[in-house]
């Protein structure tokens, strides 16, 4: 169990309250005296000003209709303040906003609430982890009522009071010696938390699962496995393995939300260990009963948040091998299809191919490709299905190539679409790789890990260009630009009603571009450490700003030997910055 220490300053009076650190700084004026509580109407339709999911609103759009700064004036952005945060450790922060007041989280889970027009400390709260966890931030939070939500590493849900920063629950979902992790924080659907378990890669039997909670207590309402069992064709969709050695399936993205058929649509991972031998999903089964698809992996989950009760799903990618999991964001957008209307969940998997699904019973509607891959051959117009080229299935004792390989065309960061435009906003790498299994010896028991070693090599005939930021017309499926740069884009997109698109990069730029031409309008200039994180907007005092955290350390981390002359500082620093029009 982690330990808290506290106390709350207020006045220049000290007070310690036992099992909490908050320290709170208050002024005249101070914006956390006009926090109020965030109501399900909040969430469902949040104030132009406010940042208070991880994507901002409840369809995973990404997009804020602000448009103070805009395409004529973006070009004299400045620096209005920067706060430091814990250096070292790995963050890919998404800070959060409500009525003037910013809470972030550390990458050793410091977390604080700021004045978001000035960046004055307000309060802090310190979680403190094991000493065998690693100090690594959440990728996202969320805020309810009068707390504010917090998933750990080490598997607990905690609850803040939003205006004091003292804890009001702490829930352990998992036990963390046995390797279970959150990497991204919980959407709130309905009045429930919703939260996904990660990190099993680790051997866990029987893989992850997604969690219901309430927001009161913490306590668990329902679970749903993301890797299937029992015996239907679902639970017999993995070769005969029996469920003890079904390892993987993480919910490491947090989901979206439809109101109106309360469902939430979330993401799961991939199998563990990648290579699909040593998982046991080859050769395939003579019963005619089981099959190798290795469900729920690689798929679209549709959960109803009030009972648990999973409605439909998709799977993308069965029997994935090369570590290409669809567990990104779901973006809900009624589109035209065939000449009608449809509600559609659309997302993108690391090989960079945009896929869309009818929202209300999962059927697949279409494709679009991006990044230069090999690894699909073809997919069927009517059901999605992939044609995979056997050439690029890593076999035990081969080296084969592929492209993209981990961490994919599109990583973690990301996607964002406008509906000013209509278009998806993507951030994309281009690359490949030689691959490598690292069999198990006779007799060796699988202990986590994904068994495979991808030496990273440029695009054969690519331009040089590793980084990208793509505009795609969603009615159609048309591109509208690209803008191509040496350095990985690092962060993800970030639209704007004011026509401008923010995205952030390895060589610790922060840029804005032209939302309808791809245009270059802005550069922050160098920063001090890459951008990888998610940009936000907001407006304080009735100002709008633009928050991005650098950081380093994770996820794209892995195409470093591509860019070697890309240099980041050794002690990997991280920063608050927030940029705005002059006064």
């Known amino acids: 169990m982690a330990t808290h220490y506290g106390r709350v300053t207020l006045f220049a009076t000290t007070a310690i309250a036992a099992g909490l650190f908050a320290t709170q700084l208050a002024a005249q004026d101070n914006p956390i005296d006009a926090v109020t509580p965030v109501t399900d109407e909040m969430l469902l339709n949040p104030p132009d000003g406010d940042w208070l999911m991880w994507r901002r609103t409840y369809n995973g759009w990404g997009y804020s ?9 973006v070009k004299d952005l400045k620096l209005a303040w920067a706060w430091g945060m814990s250096p070292g450790g790995r963050t890919q922060e998404t800070p959060l ?26 309060w802090e709260y310190q979680y403190t982890l094991p000493d065998e966890v690693d100090p690594n931030g959440e990728r996202s939070k969320a805020i309810y009522d009068d ?22 629950w702490d829930k352990q979902v998992a036990n963390y010696k046995h390797g279970f992790a959150f990497s991204s924080g919980p959407l709130v659907a309905n009045g429930v938390i919703v939260q996904g378990m990660t990190s099993c890669s680790n051997a866990q039997p029987g893989g992850c699962f997604f969690t219901g909670h309430d927001v009161n207590t913490g306590e668990e309402l329902w679970r749903v496995h993301t890797i299937a069992r029992g015996d239907t064709p679902e639970g017999n969709s993995w070769n005969g393995v029996p469920l003890e050695s079904r390892h993987g399936g993480s919910a490491w993205i947090t989901g979206s939300y439809d109101p109106e058929q309360n469902l939430v649509f979330a993401g799961v991972g991939q199998v563990y260990p990648w290579n699909v031998e040593i ?17 729920y992996t690689n798929s679209t989950l549709a959960i109803d948040p009030t009972t648990g009760e999973l409605k439909w799903y998709h799977q993308y990618l069965p029997t994935d091998s ?14 035209p299809f065939e000449g009608e209307t449809r509600k559609q969940v659309v997302t993108t998997g690391k090989i960079g191919i945009i896929e869309s699904l009818d929202r209300n019973t999962g059927e697949w509607l279409w494709a679009k490709e991006t990044v230069p891959q090999n690894v699909v051959l073809s997919i069927d117009e009517e059901t999605g299905a992939k044609e995979i080229n056997p050439e690029v299935i890593p076999v035990i004792g081969q080296t084969t190539f592929n492209c993209p390989a981990d961490p994919g065309g599109r990583a973690w960061q990301a996607t964002a679409y406008s509906p000013r435009t209509e278009a998806l906003y993507l951030p994309t ?10 069999p198990l010896d006779p007799g060796q028991i699988y202990t986590g890990g994904g068994l495979q070693t991808y030496s990273r090599v440029p695009l054969p005939d690519g331009d040089g260009n590793i980084g990208q930021v793509r505009a795609v017309k969603l009615t159609d499926q048309s591109d509208m630009w690209m803008y191509r740069q040496y350095p990985p884009i690092t962060s993800s997109t970030l639209p704007t009603g004011g026509g401008v698109v923010f995205a952030g990069s390895l060589d610790r730029k922060f840029m804005a571009f032209d939302d309808e031409t791809g245009e270059m309008l802005w550069s922050s200039g160098k920063l001090d450490n890459a951008l990888e994180s998610f940009p936000i907007t907001y407006e304080a005092d009735g100002k709008q700003y633009v928050a991005i955290v650098a950081s380093w350390a994770s996820g794209l981390g892995r195409l470093a030997s591509l860019t070697p002359d890309v240099k980041l500082p050794p002690d990997n620093p991280h920063t608050l910055y927030v940029f705005a029009l002059p006064d």
């Open 279 to 295: 998982a046991g999903l080859t050769p395939p089964s003579a019963d005619p009963n089981v099959t190798n698809e290795a469900l």
């Open 147 to 168: 707390k504010l939500i917090i998933a750990t590493r080490d598997a607990h849900l905690i609850a803040l009071d939003t205006k004091t920063g003292q804890l009001v």
């Open 322 to 335: 090369l570590d290409l999991d669809y567990v990104y964001e779901r973006m809900l957008i009624d589109l």
């Open 65 to 73: 209709p602000l448009d103070q700064i805009n395409k004529d004036n």
């Open 97 to 122: 906003v409500h009525d003037g007041v910013m809470y972030i989280q550390n990458s050793s889970h410091l977390i604080q609430a700021l004045d978001a027009a000035s960046g004055d400390l307000i």
């Open 429 to 438: 790498v281009e690359f490949c790789s030689n691959t490598t299994v690292n």
